[in-house]
């Protein structure tokens, strides 16, 4: 049910992470949203992809990693708002079972 996130070296995340808390990008919040979201943090997560979805509407990744960090927090209507948003930047037929298998559907 856990969605794969897109991984890179540990070196290479602790160098983004420490140079990004110094120089805010758009780069920063997506990037950012992904790791709290590894971790567990998923009220940060909601917040920075939520940020990064108002600076760069069309970024399906953070997209499908925000309806998923929803629903994990048991939050279905903002899961299923954010996954049929997901749908009309990407179909992805995968986002929609996984959203189900979490007992979220899709709006009629």
């Known amino acids: 049910m856990n969605r794969p996130l897109r991984r890179c070296s540990p070196r290479r995340r602790r160098l983004f992470l420490s140079s990004s808390k110094r120089l805010p990008t758009a780069w920063r919040d997506p990037a950012l949203g992904s790791e709290v979201m590894r971790e567990g943090r998923l009220a940060e997560a909601e917040a ?13 990744a953070a997209c499908e990693n925000l309806a998923m960090v929803q629903a994990y ?14 749908q009309e930047i990407f179909p992805d037929p995968d986002l929609a079972k996984d959203l189900a298998g979490m007992g979220v559907g899709q709006s009629p």
């Open 48 to 60: 920075h992809l939520a940020r990064t979805l108002e600076r760069m509407p069309a970024l399906i």
């Open 73 to 86: 927090r048991g939050d279905p209507v903002a899961a299923r708002r954010t996954g049929d948003r997901c």
